[in-house]
């Protein structure tokens, strides 16, 4: 009888096996349009409200978020008393980011700062090596350079471990032996 339940079985096993057909599918094609959404606009008064498409948006390049989401020509038009150099700040709830440009709507010079943002992937591999057991418990990027690039940039980090805690400052791309140079 047992011979007989577990060839049932193998043989019904078999057949349900056999049964199954597979099915071709076309190709798809996925997109993904990270562009910001104005939903307020007041060039005479000087306010551009810009929603972000996600929440790191602009973050993680402020320079060409405002480029794309701002423009410059049309609040130098809707101001007709400007002479000089004119100061655009944009905010997030992270931090923010002050322009600098001259009357023909160029770039002259930027300034960034955020805080608790998630720094690159190399770095990070960099300080979690070398502290093994630290904790980042906060930190703040700053940036600057002129026209649309950045020159300068840097990193406060702090770390804990336990009780202990330290504070130290990582500038990209400084050391010739990693990726970072770590100062405390």
């Keep these: 009888m047992k011979k007989i339940s577990t060839l049932i079985l193998v043989f019904g096993w078999v057949l349900f096996s056999y049964s199954q057909n597979v099915i071709q599918l076309e190709e798809t094609r996925l997109n993904f349009d990270p562009t910001a959404e104005i939903v307020f606009e007041d060039y005479e008064n000087g306010i551009v409200r810009v929603k972000e498409k996600f929440t790191t948006q602009f973050q993680s390049d402020a320079i060409g978020f405002m480029k794309k989401n701002f423009d410059v020509l049309r ?10 150099n004119l100061i655009v700040t944009a905010k997030s709830s992270k931090g923010y980011m002050t322009a600098i440009f001259n009357e023909d709507g160029e770039m002259v010079k ?12 190399a770095i990070r591999n960099q300080v979690y090596s070398q502290y093994i057991g630290w904790t980042i418990t906060s930190n703040k990027y700053i940036a600057s350079g002129l026209g649309d690039h950045i020159d300068k940039q840097k990193y406060n980090v702090k770390l804990q471990k336990g009780k202990e805690k330290t504070k130290m400052k990582i500038v990209p791309g400084a050391s010739v032996s990693g990726v970072a140079s770590i100062d405390k």
């Design 110 to 121: 930027n300034y960034q700062q955020f805080k608790d943002i998630a720094l690159p992937y």
């Design 75 to 84: 609040y130098i038009e809707a101001q007709n008393d400007i002479s000089g």
